[in-house]
């Protein structure tokens, strides 16, 4: 049969009136332990797991499916109501996603999040039954080097996409630099800068970090300004559906979200969080509202929320194919499919075909599913935001400290919790962008790591980064973005460039 | 607005660990790795077979486990009713880390299962054998670099014995640590580095695909339904095996430990346990009593040995 028959056999079994069923439950649940904050999707496939023990084999699959995806979709709502990521592929969504709904347009960033996740889960799960195979080949070619220059390109693009000044983004990179080096050394196995609280061994939870900074800090910002403080939040203006010019805006941001996504997530070390940042720097290089940027633009929605959708569709392509669980969800997913006597690896798609097209028909159906759930729901989700102010956050306080303490019950990380949310608060007085901090604590370790591993993997010969040719490649598209704007300035011509850009719209 | 307080209600009740349970059993790691789903099997197969009715499971992840060690040793002192999921790779963590919470400070219970190391290298790789690979090792040890999981843990200490063994200076060894197996399979099939080792289990499906060649087994003896030789048939006297075990809370009574030990037993005796072990590809070795207190602390000295040798322990 040919791959085609094979996922139309897959669509007929998952179409099933019982097998919709069982994948209505899995979103509904997987989207409810999602929506909390500091509960990423990993967690809740996790306690979600025993449930699709009892279930044929068909139905648990679906069910599966279904909390999957539910998860990766809860972490965004919370993103963009309560500016709460749960889970650090959803933090970039954050940034605009959560000025879009105080400014009123929290309908249409749902929306555009909910059509962007389908979209591009429907590309990206179409794009893994057909090219997986290929892409993996690809992906291999990527080790340590080129990982590191992936990295470099990355820093580049992004301590210039967050916030207005450069200068003030890097300071922030560098803070999320410093956090990062605390905790044990992965490639010697030596604590840094744990001063001897066995807490700190394990380094900074991202979550944690992500939370404390943007809902706490946010919470204590809010009430710092007491009654003075402008009520800025508008619940609803306007429609709380996409206008026309809404979906015009979003739909190349969702191409490229899941262009920029499914590879990255593709690679063994890729990770989700890597492709939004990647995303959302691409959107405010191309878009045609620039100031829209940091006040609710929603190409910063619809693109981000794309590549982590992709991405987490292209989790599955190592997985499946080579057995290799990139990110903590794809570890429980390995541990899900074993369940099934599924052993994932090369020969997988050959000994069990009609298990893995019935995953990737499930996953099909389970992403129409959350559509169909969440798009009517958006309008009550909204609601969420007519609560008075200090209800709400009280409320955001509440979900962000149950959140933490479900996922890692320790005094010392509600300790670290509330420090980083003053830390995050004080940054926000003085006007210092907050997700390049989260950045540096996500990439900085890898680069650092990858790069040591080079080096190890050379014996200290410093020029294998660049005798690569994708490792040079991508350093000499950053050494490009980093140059090409200072040699333009200097020949006075960044006036000429931003007329320009002005003028296309 | 309701159905959104509904909704996080039933996902805080998740969320939370329940108070009232027969046994709490935390499992130090996060959500998936190989304790983790210790737990969690166990978990089920108590329930199945009735050994228990209400059992939770706990995630304290961090530092190779030590940290829900700490939390573990100090917080459930006396609680017959609580237990913990450990291993091998927690030996190594508490020397490495210095941690003041050894496994002396718990009550070990029960080794449940193992798994022994496989070494691999790419299928295009020149070295067809094991000693082919010794062979280039101790021509230059720093130009054979090594995948496997974190630094200090079960593979990088198989490195080290297979170095000392071989005779080559342990500290010259170019082991490149990757957060896990699956991490290190990658830069393996990437041809990124020498050599790779791990679980069996992380390789086993690229063995018999032949995009992996499996070298040797670190086990004494060789493996059912794995066409490799032990490390030792090479002339290297090394046997490495990655074992998880579950321990109850300090400050037990003569009768609780008992109590906690027959139920454990009657785990690894189960049927469920068996097929459990099975679907997983774990081996079953169970071994409990003074009989594991024994080879607990043999393993304990030996690990102690061969960091220090290593350069990782001073």
């Given at each position: 049969?040919?791959?085609?028959?094979?996922?139309?056999?897959?669509?007929?079994?998952?179409?099933?009136?019982?097998?919709?069923?069982?994948?209505?439950?899995?979103?509904?649940?997987?989207?409810?332990?999602?929506?909390?904050?500091?509960?990423?999707?990993?967690?809740?496939?996790?306690?979600?797991?025993?449930?699709?023990?009892?279930?044929?084999?068909?139905?648990?699959?679906?069910?599966?499916?279904?909390?999957?995806?539910?998860?990766?979709?809860?972490?965004?709502?919370?993103?963009?109501?309560?500016?709460?990521?749960?889970?650090?592929?959803?933090?970039?969504?954050?940034?605009?996603?959560?000025?879009?709904?105080?400014?009123?347009?929290?309908?249409?960033?749902?929306?555009?999040?909910?059509?962007?996740?389908?979209?591009?889960?429907?590309?990206?799960?179409?794009?893994?039954?057909?090219?997986?195979?290929?892409?993996?080949?690809?992906?291999?070619?990527?080790?340590?080097?080129?990982?590191?220059?992936?990295?470099?390109?990355?820093?580049?693009?992004?301590?210039?996409?967050?916030?207005?000044?450069?200068?003030?983004?890097?300071?922030?990179?560098?803070?999320?630099?410093?956090?990062?080096?605390?905790?044990?050394?992965?490639?010697?196995?030596?604590?840094?800068?744990?001063?001897?609280?066995?807490?700190?061994?394990?380094?900074?939870?991202?979550?944690?970090?992500?939370?404390?900074?943007?809902?706490?800090?946010?919470?204590?910002?809010?009430?710092?300004?007491?009654?003075?403080?402008?009520?800025?939040?508008?619940?609803?203006?306007?429609?709380?559906?996409?206008?026309?010019?809404?979906?015009?805006?979003?739909?190349?941001?969702?191409?490229?979200?899941?262009?920029?996504?499914?590879?990255?997530?593709?690679?063994?070390?890729?990770?989700?969080?890597?492709?939004?940042?990647?995303?959302?720097?691409?959107?405010?290089?191309?878009?045609?509202?620039?100031?829209?940027?940091?006040?609710?633009?929603?190409?910063?929605?619809?693109?981000?929320?794309?590549?982590?959708?992709?991405?987490?569709?292209?989790?599955?392509?190592?997985?499946?194919?080579?057995?290799?669980?990139?990110?903590?969800?794809a570890a429980i997913m390995l541990a899900g499919f074993q369940q099934y006597g599924l052993q994932p690896g090369p020969l997988l798609f050959a000994t069990n075909p009609q298990l893995v097209w019935g995953l990737i028909a499930s996953l099909l159906i389970a992403n129409?599913?959350?559509?169909?759930?969440?798009?009517?729901?958006?309008?009550?989700?909204?609601?969420?935001?007519?609560?008075?102010?200090?209800?709400?956050?009280?409320?955001?306080?509440?979900?962000?400290?149950?959140?933490?303490?479900?996922?890692?019950?320790?005094?010392?990380?509600?300790?670290?919790?509330?420090?980083?949310?003053?830390?995050?608060?004080?940054?926000?007085?003085?006007?210092?962008?907050?997700?390049?901090?989260?950045?540096?604590?996500?990439?900085?370790?890898?680069?650092?790591?990858?790069l040591r591993r080079a080096l190890a993997i050379s014996q200290g010969d410093v020029t294998v980064l660049f005798t690569s040719p994708i490792a040079a490649v991508l350093l000499a598209i950053a050494a490009a973005a980093l140059i090409v704007p200072l040699i333009l300035?200097?020949?006075?011509?960044?006036?000429?460039?931003?007329?320009?850009?002005?003028?296309?719209? | 607005?309701?159905?959104?307080?509904?909704?996080?209600?039933?996902?805080?009740?998740?969320?939370?660990?329940?108070?009232?349970?027969?046994?709490?059993?935390?499992?130090?790691?996060?959500?998936?790795?190989?304790?983790?789903?210790?737990?969690?099997?166990?978990?089920?197969?108590?329930?199945?077979?009735?050994?228990?009715?209400?059992?939770?499971?706990?995630?304290?992840?961090?530092?190779?486990?030590?940290?829900?060690?700490?939390?573990?040793?100090?917080?459930?002192?006396?609680?017959?009713?609580?237990?913990?999921?450990?291993?091998?790779?927690?030996?190594?963590?508490?020397?490495?880390?210095?941690?003041?919470?050894?496994?002396?400070?718990?009550?070990?219970?029960?080794?449940?299962?193992?798994?022994?190391?496989?070494?691999?290298?790419?299928?295009?790789?020149?070295?067809?054998?094991?000693?082919?690979?010794?062979?280039?090792?101790?021509?230059?040890?720093?130009?054979?670099?090594?995948?496997?999981?974190?630094?200090?843990?079960?593979?990088?200490?198989?490195?080290?014995?297979?170095?000392?063994?071989?005779?080559?200076?342990?500290?010259?060894?170019?082991?490149?640590?990757?957060?896990?197996?699956?991490?290190?399979?990658?830069?393996?099939?990437?041809?990124?580095?020498?050599?790779?080792?791990?679980?069996?289990?992380?390789?086993?499906?690229?063995?018999?695909?032949?995009?992996?060649?499996?070298?040797?087994?670190?086990?004494?003896?060789?493996?059912?339904?794995?066409?490799?030789?032990?490390?030792?048939?090479?002339?290297?006297?090394?046997?490495?095996?990655?074992?998880?075990?579950?321990?109850?809370?300090?400050?037990?009574?003569?009768?609780?430990?008992?109590?906690?030990?027959?139920?454990?037993?009657?785990?690894?005796?189960?049927?469920?346990?068996?097929?459990?072990?099975?679907?997983?590809?774990?081996?079953?070795?169970?071994?409990?009593?003074?009989?594991?207190?024994?080879?607990?602390?043999?393993?304990?000295?030996?690990?102690?040995?061969?960091?220090?040798?290593?350069?990782?322990?001073?």
């Amino acid at each position: 049969m040919s791959t085609f028959e094979f996922l139309l056999q897959g669509i007929v079994v998952a179409a099933q009136p019982m097998n919709l069923f069982y994948a209505l439950i899995g979103v509904t649940l997987g989207t409810a332990v999602g929506v909390l904050p500091g509960i990423g999707p990993a967690l809740t496939v996790a306690l979600l797991l025993p449930v699709t023990y009892k279930l044929d084999p068909g139905g648990s699959l679906i069910m599966f499916a279904g909390i999957y995806y539910g998860g990766m979709y809860g972490g965004s709502t919370t993103s963009i109501l309560l500016n709460a990521p749960g889970e650090s592929a959803s933090i970039v969504t954050a940034l605009e996603g959560n000025k879009m709904a105080r400014a009123g347009r929290g309908g249409p960033a749902l929306a555009t999040a909910a059509i962007g996740s389908f979209v591009a889960g429907l590309i990206a799960t179409l794009a893994l039954a057909f090219v997986a195979p290929f892409v993996v080949k690809l992906a291999l070619v990527f080790g340590p080097r080129e990982y590191f220059a992936l990295m470099v390109l990355a820093f580049v693009t992004v301590s210039s996409a967050f916030g207005d000044s450069t200068l003030r983004g890097l300071t922030s990179l560098f803070i999320g630099f410093t956090l990062a080096i605390i905790g044990i050394d992965q490639l010697t196995g030596q604590a840094r800068m744990s001063f001897g609280i066995p807490d700190l061994l394990d380094g900074i939870e991202v979550t944690t970090l992500a939370v404390a900074m943007f809902a706490i800090g946010e919470a204590l910002y809010i009430a710092a300004q007491g009654d003075r403080g402008p009520d800025k939040i508008e619940t609803v203006k306007g429609s709380v559906w996409m206008t026309g010019q809404d979906w015009a805006r979003s739909w190349k941001a969702w191409l490229r979200g899941t262009a920029i996504g499914f590879p990255i997530g593709a690679m063994p070390a890729g990770g989700a969080e890597i492709g939004t940042f990647l995303s959302y720097a691409a959107e405010k290089r191309l878009t045609k509202h620039p100031e829209e940027f940091g006040n609710g633009a929603i190409e910063g929605v619809a693109g981000p929320e794309a590549a982590n959708n992709a991405s987490a569709a292209g989790t599955l392509v190592p997985l499946l194919t080579l057995g290799l669980p990139t990110t903590a969800t794809a570890a429980i997913m390995l541990a899900g499919f074993q369940q099934y006597g599924l052993q994932p690896g090369p020969l997988l798609f050959a000994t069990n075909p009609q298990l893995v097209w019935g995953l990737i028909a499930s996953l099909l159906i389970a992403n129409l599913m959350l559509l169909v759930l969440n798009l009517p729901l958006v309008g009550l989700w909204v609601k969420l935001l007519t609560i008075p102010k200090p209800w709400l956050y009280a409320g955001i306080l509440l979900f962000a400290t149950l959140g933490t303490i479900g996922a890692n019950p320790s005094v010392f990380e509600l300790g670290m919790l509330l420090t980083f949310g003053v830390l995050g608060y004080v940054m926000r007085i003085f006007g210092y962008p907050i997700a390049p901090v989260v950045v540096g604590l996500i990439l900085g370790p890898l680069a650092e790591q990858q790069l040591r591993r080079a080096l190890a993997i050379s014996q200290g010969d410093v020029t294998v980064l660049f005798t690569s040719p994708i490792a040079a490649v991508l350093l000499a598209i950053a050494a490009a973005a980093l140059i090409v704007p200072l040699i333009l300035r200097a020949r006075g011509r960044g006036e000429v460039l931003s007329q320009l850009a002005a003028n296309e719209d | 607005m309701k159905q959104f307080f509904l909704a996080s209600i039933l996902a805080g009740a998740l969320a939370l660990p329940a108070v009232a349970a027969d046994y709490t059993i935390i499992a130090p790691a996060n959500p998936g790795g190989g304790w983790d789903q210790t737990a969690r099997s166990i978990q089920t197969v108590m329930q199945e077979e009735g050994i228990s009715s209400n059992v939770q499971v706990q995630n304290v992840p961090g530092a190779g486990g030590t940290i829900g060690l700490a939390q573990f040793a100090s917080q459930s002192k006396g609680n017959a009713n609580a237990l913990i999921v450990g291993g091998y790779v927690m030996v190594g963590a508490i020397l490495t880390n210095k941690s003041p919470v050894t496994l002396k400070d718990v009550t070990p219970i029960a080794r449940l299962t193992g798994e022994y190391e496989a070494i691999v290298v790419p299928a295009a790789s020149p070295l067809k054998t094991m000693g082919d690979l010794v062979e280039a090792l101790k021509k230059d040890p720093g130009a054979v670099s090594w995948a496997g999981g974190s630094a200090g843990g079960t593979d990088h200490i198989a490195v080290g014995l297979i170095a000392k063994a071989a005779g080559v200076d342990p500290t010259k060894i170019n082991y490149i640590a990757f957060s896990g197996g699956g991490e290190a399979l990658a830069a393996i099939l990437g041809n990124q580095v020498t050599a790779g080792i791990s679980g069996y289990g992380e390789f086993e499906a690229q063995v018999k695909s032949g995009t992996l060649r499996l070298l040797a087994v670190s086990s004494a003896e060789r493996l059912e339904g794995i066409d490799a030789p032990t490390i030792k048939e090479g002339g290297l006297d090394v046997v490495v095996e990655n074992w998880r075990m579950i321990a109850a809370a300090p400050g037990l009574s003569d009768e609780q430990k008992a109590a906690v030990s027959a139920d454990i037993e009657k785990l690894a005796k189960s049927a469920g346990w068996q097929e459990t072990l099975k679907t997983k590809g774990w081996q079953d070795t169970y071994l409990a009593g003074d009989a594991f207190a024994e080879q607990l602390a043999k393993d304990i000295s030996s690990t102690e040995t061969v960091l220090k040798d290593i350069g990782l322990v001073q």
